[in-house]
């Protein structure tokens, strides 16, 4: 797995494609080429394999997937300034890098769709059109928002491994709906294990500010937006109601051929990973994009890419106050207030403190000490009567 280090940018990014050794010399350019943003808390290998693995995609496709910020195997800073709008300037920074074309962009969830919205917004030429899996609410009721804190909360100071499973199996159930077959079930908890455990629990911070302290678009931001849409939301989902993607299938008033809306029946909060919808979330997806007209291309700018971003940014936010900022620095980009960057600063003092005395589920070969469903062989049929995400669809609008 290939990756860039991105000068002054103190970011080193990792990302696969869909060619043997992910060489992406070794594409078929005249195939249209596909950014796939990856679902939180995963990366683009576990969190994309559907996708990848999919015969009718990598056939119709030149696939490319980065390992977001603090994701995977990308290294970056926990940086108070982080939010979409800088994960959306470092998309356009590796592709420009990586001299990859225009493409077509497939996200998955509350921090990808954000970040391909804002994409589209301030990267035009950059995006040929937008498929989005499960629109996340404006703002998450006072009730979500304390759930996800209790999880959140139980994730990174747990008292023993099994409340850190419980914490685990509380993140299946809001994600998945249970929908998972064990044997991929266990191979995610197994990567949260990894890669988020209760003595790293600062990376988990990174996530739970840039979920709950987001800033939503506003209808002028939403109707910048020109290229064709395709949402894909679940009618089952604890997390985010189907009204969350009515709002915002509403409000994109000049997508090109008016947005389109498919309701996955029974499909959960994450709509690309169980196999019950993933196979039909590719096949929807590859039908999108295939009856789309071909349309040249709008012209690249000449580089550096940022700074057209940058400019454009600027103009749609209206704060001229960013002008006196680098915009040769993705983190130029951010729109963090600095009440929430203060909000953000406390969270990571405070999960810092005694971080590395945290309990550890993994064992001395860095691998977790024991298969999830071996130790709770009995999770599918246990009590949830106190589980603070059930409750989700009823609050949450």
């Known amino acids: 797995m290939p990756y860039l280090e991105l000068p002054g940018q103190d970011v080193t990014l990792w990302y696969r494609t869909n060619v043997p ?5 070794g594409w078929d350019h005249a195939r249209p080429t596909v950014l796939l943003l990856h679902p939180p808390f995963l ?62 962009v497939f996200a ?7 970040v391909a919205l804002r994409f589209a917004m301030i990267f035009p030429e950059r995006c040929l059109s937008l498929t989005l899996c499960s629109i996340p609410l404006a703002k998450d009721s006072d009730f979500a928002a304390q759930a ?11 008292k023993s491994l099994e409340d850190f499973e419980d914490a685990n199996l509380e993140l299946n159930h809001a994600m998945y709906n249970e929908t998972l077959p064990t044997p991929l079930l266990d191979q995610i908890i197994a990567h949260w294990q990894v890669q988020y455990p209760p003595n790293r629990r600062t990376r988990t911070v990174d996530f739970a ?8 678009h506003t209808a002028e931001e939403l109707a910048s ?23 915002v299938h509403k409000a994109l008033v000049n997508a090109a051929g008016g947005a389109k809306l498919k309701v996955i029946k029974g499909g959960p909060e994450c709509l690309n990973i169980p196999p019950l919808t993933a196979s039909q979330v590719n096949g929807a997806f590859l039908d999108f994009v295939l009856e789309l007209p071909t349309l040249s291309p709008l012209r690249l700018p000449s580089p550096p890419i940022l700074q057209s971003g940058f400019y454009r940014l600027i103009e749609l936010s209206g704060d001229r106050s960013m002008s006196t ?18 909000i953000k600063k406390h969270m990571l003092a405070a999960y810092a403190e005694g971080e590395a005395d945290a309990l550890s589920p993994l064992g001395p070969d860095g691998r977790p000490l024991r298969v999830f469903s071996e130790r709770h062989d009995d999770y599918r049929f246990r009590e949830r009567d106190t589980n603070p995400l059930i409750s989700f669809t009823s609050v949450s609008s």
């Open 108 to 114: 998955v969830q509350n921090i990808s769709v954000n």
């Open 148 to 158: 996800y804190q209790e999880v959140f909360e139980l994730w990174a100071y747990p």
């Open 325 to 342: 900022r680098d915009f040769h620095s993705i983190w130029s980009f951010s729109r963090v207030s600095p009440e929430n960057q203060a």
């Open 209 to 216: 500010a840039t979920m709950l302290l987001k800033t939503w």
């Open 225 to 247: 937006i020109r290229q064709p849409v395709f949402i894909m939301h679940g009618d089952s989902s604890l997390v985010h109601p189907i009204e969350a993607a009515h709002i």
């Open 21 to 25: 050794g992910d060489n992406i010399a």
């Open 43 to 104: 990366d683009s290998d576990l969190g994309l394999d559907p996708q990848f693995a999919d015969p009718r995609l990598h056939r119709a496709f030149n696939l490319v997937a980065f390992d977001q910020f603090t994701s995977g195997r990308t290294r970056n800073p926990l940086h108070l300034a982080r939010d979409t709008w800088v994960d959306a300037a470092l998309h356009a920074l590796a592709l420009e890098t990586l001299h990859i074309p225009p493409c077509h």
